[in-house]
């Protein structure tokens, strides 16, 4: 398949993992407060191979506590979906950003305008929890056009035949829901995080990193023993929230990098 | 006056395996749900289609809930107001609103499908007790997620709650009412689903909810029309009016009205959260509906002197039925609330919710202003008694006076 068929992200992301490597891909709240960007590229140094940027929105449903927090963080500050991607288009921080966000504000912008403006400013995936398969198709065909993949969720609750049809839909990469419960950190990873991995990858050729209750090197490096990479969130956004700057961020996706990578 | 519809279609029928009506409705929920979604649906369909799950249903709504609710003709507030008023009287449903009708209903689904805990969200409280009141019945545990907002304005329903065994977890996310309670109850439903049941209280939320609960509540219109043409020498009241939050209690009369009858069919909503009258389609917990939200799509916190209503959506049906023109959506103001609910309560001896306050008032407003006709026959489903609002009221009052 070439880079056009597949998209960029997730020809990206193959190579990486073609080449043996596993796949880390941190989370920060756009906007959440006025370094963001700069913590961006130090993710990036740090060993990040892509970044997910969360657009907040006033209603996360899947998100605990911490990502809750630093929605209504950014929001407070003035923050806007597009003025998110406006502040994408200025950096290029080498690896691929991947927006994640509610579907109401993909919808009340208009799924073309908006698939235009992620283009525009470098955004190569999307994921948006709450637009599950059935109801995917108008975004998915704004979105391939301007090479915005659309990366859709597996969870363990998700049977056999649906993971597949999950998966032949899923572009970039496959969010595997590490567990049954919102983004937040975990003191032990759930049994099911690595399970949910292993049937993914049983089935599929797409990339599938796990997100959700991972929240620590240890267990970014258990997860990887069954997936290709491995999503951290919301224990990356606590110690930005606690003021850990970017230098603390890089500090911490330092060590899932060298954590997944010993494993 | 009865006239039956030509239409072949069914206006308020089944949504399909997709939950669509018209446009609106749908299932947008993180994948962790989807497949809970889809069992709740199956396993609706199949008690909705089984005459045993009816039998007890309407059973326990008879002999535990006190249905049929009567319809009261109003003698003195017609007077006043130059038109033949009929009250649907769910104020004296067991728990004091229809929300019974719809717990009983999923407390049995629950039970059918073998979960052993009941989850809910409450504005008002009104909800929250009915679940409760369900859970003790059938025996099971419930939590009922209250914004903290409303866990102070509706102090007495949070102790009813408690009383009936029921863990009350205020939110302190967002606005702190209804719309945070509902985030809140999804949340937790997540990581719950396995023996939990999200006993949503209205016609909102992802398929099958929207029909589910229309379905629950239709006992309601089903029951009004009979009665309606038992006092109306078979005839059908001109209007049909109900106050709409959520819309449960205006879904549930308008399906006895909509197809079966020519009713006009009107629903009040809160001017602080009037989702058809001022929100714009969009997508909030798990259904394309009205909203009200900003120019990029952030939700806006509705506001009402009731905590029922204080919500930023509606159902998607009621949406639906807007943008077919079969139903018209109308606005009334706290004052008028206020208003609406002392007149009731000097004339009728009659304390209505705040809720159903709303419908009364937009028939007070539309008859003295003549856009009901002098003698035309209305309809207002009276959703809830207003002994849970009493203290609220004087509050409100004094501070008036």
Known sequence: MSAVEIGTLESRLRASRDAGRKLLIPYITGGVDDQWLVTLEALAGAGADAIEVGIPFSDPMIDGATIQESSLRSLARGTTPEGVLADLSRVDVGVPIVVMTYYNLIYRAGHE??????????????IIPDLPLEEVDGWAAAAEPEDVATVLLVAPSTPEDRMAAICARSHGFVYAVGRMGVTGEQAVLADSARQVASRITAITDVPVCVGIGVSTPDQAAAVCETADGVVVGS????????????????????????????? | ???????????????????????????????????????????????????????????????????????TEC???????????????????????????????????????????LIAETGAGQHGVASATAAALF???????????????????????????ATVVPVTSGSRTLKDAVNEAMRAWVATVDDT??????????????????????????EARGQCRDLLDGGDPDLVVACA????????????????????????????????????????????????????????????????????????????????GRARYEAVDDHEVMDAF???????????????????????????????????????????RGDKDVAQVRDILKGRS
């Open chain 1, 113 to 126: 305008r908006i698939a235009g403006s992620m283009h525009a400013s470098g955004v190569t995936g999307a």
């Open chain 1, 235 to 263: 224990a990356l956004v606590r110690r930005l929230l606690e003021g850990c700057g970017p230098e603390g961020a890089a500090e911490f996706v330092g060590s899932l990098r060298a954590a997944i990578d010993a494993g």
């Open chain 2, 1 to 71: 006056m009865t006239t039956e519809f030509a239409s072949k279609e069914i206006t308020m029928g089944d949504p399909g395996p997709t939950g669509r009506f018209g446009t609106f409705g749908g299932r947008y929920v993180p994948e962790s749900l989807v497949p809970a979604c889809i069992e709740l649906e199956e396993a609706f369909r199949d008690a909705w289609a089984d005459p045993a799950f009816h039998a007890e249903l309407d059973h326990i709504l008879k002999s535990y809930g006190g249905r049929p609710t009567p319809v």
């Open chain 2, 75 to 117: 003698g003195r507030l017609s007077r006043e107001l130059g038109v033949r008023l009929l009250l649907k009287r769910e104020d004296l449903a067991h728990t004091g609103s229809h929300k019974l009708n719809n717990v009983i209903g999923q407390g049995l689904l629950a039970r059918r499908m073998g979960k052993s805990k």
């Open chain 2, 139 to 165: 025996g099971m545990e419930c939590i009922v997620y209250m914004g903290e907002v409303d866990t102070q304005r509706q102090e007495l329903n949070v102790f009813r709650m408690e009383l009936l065994g």
């Open chain 2, 197 to 222: 049941h999200y006993c949503l209280g209205s016609v909102m939320g992802p398929h099958p909810y929207p029909w589910m609960v229309r379905q629950f509540q239709s006992v309601i219109g089903h």
């Open chain 2, 245 to 324: 939050g959520g819309g449960s209690n205006a879904a549930g009369i308008f399906a006895g009205f909509a197809d079966a009858t020519a009713s006009a069919l009107v629903a009040v909503e809160a001017a602080g959260g009037a989702a058809v009258t001022t929100g714009i389609p969009g997508i909030l917990h798990g259904m394309r509906s009205a909203l009200i939200q900003d120019e990029t799509g952030q939700i806006l916190e509705a506001e009402s002197i009731s905590a029922g209503l204080d919500y930023p959506g509606i159902g998607p049906e009621h949406a639906h039925l807007a943008d077919i």
């Open chain 2, 342 to 384: 002392q007149l009731l309560a000097r004339t009728e001896g009659i304390l209505p919710a705040l809720e159903s306050a709303h419908a009364l008032a937009w028939v007070m407003r539309a008859a003295r202003s003549g856009e009901i006709a002098a003698g035309s026959t209305v309809l207002i489903n009276l959703s809830g």
